[in-house]
């Protein structure tokens, strides 16, 4: 059974907005049948004000994707159409409470859904730029098809490397043997095609350290309890390891606070909002738990100055 | 809320109290090891002796020394596939088909793979069965095993397996099946059979989960999948788990006495449930060989509706049953059987698993038979491919990437 939460549960018994709208003046079409999601956006947009009056969906499609469809509507009744063209998949996400790795599509089908339809009221063409496969690294939420794009454009040739383009792989690590028979794949591919293999070699930086992680060393049994200045100092060790990849996506994580086993963390940059943002709290808390070898909370916080 | 009803028996089924009954001393004053020489052991070897007597009764095979306790059907369907090929060097080809249990997929593909291993997957018709042409055509003195399952575990078909053995002896290949769907439900005489090898599965059948066996017929060149041990005459190493075992046995014992009622009143049950939903629902259909079918599954698929979506409102009915559609596994794609039959998407998606037990009552059919019609009604009600009151006559609905 998916971990659903209650707001998605809720949403789902209980749809709002569902069902034809007929007085629709843009309507979005997104989906596919082989995956078994397909949505159909309806809007009733004021041709003075392009303000969204009334928004109605319809959904073939899993509990989770019913329920994004009609959080969606409930969100965007009332905006304006370039405030609603702003409503990211996370955004919807958020506004269900979050939403199980496996099922994200269903929010990106959503936010989809809502660029189709004002696309369609604007008489644009709207183009799909998705692209999905089979979830690999389930702690950072990549899937097959970025890996391989990801290895092939970078001509990538380790786990490692993998971990530090994608993040894939750099949390649980069970996903190993699954990017290992992707790297081979595409590397064969590209051996087979008889190009000369692109390896781009990455500028020399600290590897994520995705060796299975052993526990810090106990503290000297003189010292019971761990002190403030060593947790810091553990976990500043912990951000020191992961920065380098959030580094790369642009973003950074500043440590702001701790509390019991609560770390208050300020991300910045493009982790701030990043669509990803969600899977590295996560990501960071696995490597807290780890290290400390003790359930750990990572809490998003503001920086220091406007605490 | 009424009592829940459990329509999930193809994936696991309620230990009966009488075989726990049966496991509880083994976990007490009986926890001594089967193998050493004191008199802890005395009754423990015993209880393994009488249970492996159990199960060859169930099956009717002729020596209880053909069947080895593991610990679980994957694991007979691995030391099977893995024994066939190494114990006949010059053969390295397999033959089973595509609607198997990943059990089996998985090892063939990893075969395939990573050892050289040829692998013919012979495709089913629109109902389920096995191409027999496309089998005859792959049989050749190379094929070390052929494997096939006696029944599919999400449609209940059941395939011809005596007759598809004994074409596999006469290229003198070893045949195979998993029978974890079917042991307990339907009779068996594996004593007059060409089969040499078959696994089940105790939590099928009322025991607990962690134990399952392979049958191996004597004479059957053979090499363990695990080494380490003389337990099992030295084919599957490893100190016995006593508990389960014992579960198995007596789980074998009461099966064999229900044998008939799984045939009459759990099928006439499956026959009610079936009818029930086709008249009480339009554009719904029995997937799967409906003649050659387990007594206790029903398959439906739901057209222009969505599995998963129909298992929540199910669940908060109380009911439980399972879907082949994509996103109750997390995968992207439909039951690999639905595709392999050509279930077209939209209904494939929606196909539902009814599997009932001897614990299932008229009462449960009930339930279900109640709720059903308002479950699908609403449900097409959101989906953009039903119109007012049927699918759209002129699909208008094309959505943007496929």
């Known amino acids: 059974m998916w971990d659903y939460s209650d707001k998605v549960k809720d949403y789902f018994f209980n749809p709002v907005n569902a069902g034809v ?16 999601d397909a949505l159909r956006l309806m809007l009733k947009v004021d041709p003075e004000t392009d303000v969204i009056l009334d928004a109605r969906f319809q959904t073939f499609g899993c509990g989770s994707a019913i329920a994004s469809s009609s959080a969606l509507t409930e969100m965007i009744k009332g905006m304006t159409l370039d405030q609603a063209l702003k409503v990211t998949n996370q955004d919807i996400a958020a506004y269900l409470d979050g939403l199980p790795p496996e099922k994200m599509h269903c929010s990106v089908m959503g936010a989809e859904a809502l660029h189709a339809a004002i696309a369609n009221y604007r008489g644009e063409e709207w183009k ?65 095609t008889a190009k000369p293999a692109i390896v781009q070699q990455p500028k020399p930086r600290t590897l994520v350290q995705i060796a299975p992680l052993k526990p810090e060393p106990a503290p000297a049994p003189a010292k019971p309890a761990m002190t ?33 086993d609560t770390v208050y963390l300020h991300l910045t940059g493009a982790c701030m909002g990043c669509s990803s943002s969600g899977l590295t709290i996560a990501g960071i808390q696995e490597r807290l738990m780890l290290a400390f070898g003790k359930p750990m909370r990572v809490v998003p916080s503001k920086p220091t100055a406007e605490v | 809320m009424n009592a829940p009803v459990y329509l999930d028996n193809n994936a696991t089924t309620r230990v009966d109290p009488a075989v726990l009954a049966e496991m509880l001393p083994f976990f007490t004053e009986l926890f001594g090891n089967p193998s050493s020489m004191h008199h802890y052991a005395a009754g423990v070897a015993e209880a393994v002796q009488l249970a492996r007597r159990q199960v060859q009764s169930l099956l009717g095979a002729k020596h209880d020394s053909e069947i080895i306790f593991t610990s679980c059907g994957t694991e007979a369907n691995n030391t099977a596939l893995y024994s066939a090929l190494a114990a006949n060097p010059g053969r390295r080809e397999i033959i089973t088909s595509v609607v198997e249990h990943p059990a089996i997929l998985a090892v063939c593909e990893h075969l395939e793979k990573n050892e050289g291993v040829t692998v013919h997957r012979i495709p ?38 005596e007759e598809l053995a004994v074409m596999a002896k006469e290229v003198g290949a070893l045949f195979h099946t998993d029978a974890v769907q079917a042991v307990g439900k339907l009779p068996m005489n594996l004593a007059d059979s060409a089969i040499d090898m078959l ?168 339930r279900v038979l109640a709720v059903m019609p308002e479950i699908i009604a609403r449900l097409r009600q959101l989906s953009p491919y039903w119109g007012k009151d049927g699918p759209k006559a002129t699909p208008d609905f094309a959505p943007a990437y496929a």
């Open chain 2, 124 to 161: 089913v018709d629109a109902k389920g069965r096995l191409e027999i042409g496309a089998y005859q055509a792959a049989l050749s003195d190379k094929v070390a095993i052929v494997s096939f399952m006696s029944a599919n575990n999400e449609t209940g078909t059941l395939f011809p397996v």
């Open chain 2, 199 to 366: 696994s089940l599965s105790g939590h099928k059948l009322h025991a607990p989960k962690g134990v399952g066996a392979l049958y191996l017929k004597r004479g059957t060149r053979f090499r363990p999948l695990l080494r380490g041990g003389h337990q099992e005459r030295g084919r599957r190493a490893g100190t016995e788990n006593v508990t389960g075992i014992v579960g198995l046995g007596k789980a074998a014992e009461l099966a064999q006495a229900a044998m008939e009622h799984e045939n009459t009143v759990v099928r006439t049950l499956r026959d009610r449930l079936q009818t029930g939903i086709l008249q009480s629902i339009s554009h719904c259909f029995v997937t799967g060989d409906i003649e050659h079918r387990l007594p206790n599954t029903v398959n439906i698929a739901f057209e222009y509706i969505e599995g998963e979506a129909i298992l929540l409102l199910l669940s908060r009915a109380g009911i439980a049953a399972s879907s082949g559609s994509a996103c109750t596994s997390g995968s992207l794609e439909p039951s690999h059987v639905m595709r392999a039959m050509n279930i077209p998407y939209t209904a494939a998606h929606g196909s539902t698993r009814f599997s009932l037990s001897r614990d299932t009552t008229d009462a449960d059919v009930d």
């Open chain 1, 128 to 192: 799909d730029d998705h692209e999905e496969g089979e979830l690999v690294c389930k702690c950072f939420g990549v899937d097959a098809a970025l890996i391989e794009r990801t290895v092939r454009d970078n001509g990538l040739v380790t786990v490692e490397q993998v971990a530090n383009y994608t993040k894939a792989g750099g949390g649980c690590c069970s996903c190993h043997e699954k990017i290992e028979d992707i790297l081979i794949a595409v590397n064969g591919e590209l051996a087979a």
């Open chain 1, 21 to 36: 709208l007929e007085e629709a003046n843009a309507v979005g079409d997104v989906g596919s049948i082989s995956c078994g």
């Open chain 1, 228 to 260: 403030m200045v060593r947790k810091i100092q553990l976990i500043e060790k912990v951000l020191e390891d992961i920065r380098p990849s959030l580094k790369m996506d642009g973003g950074n994580a500043e440590l702001i606070d701790v509390d019991g």
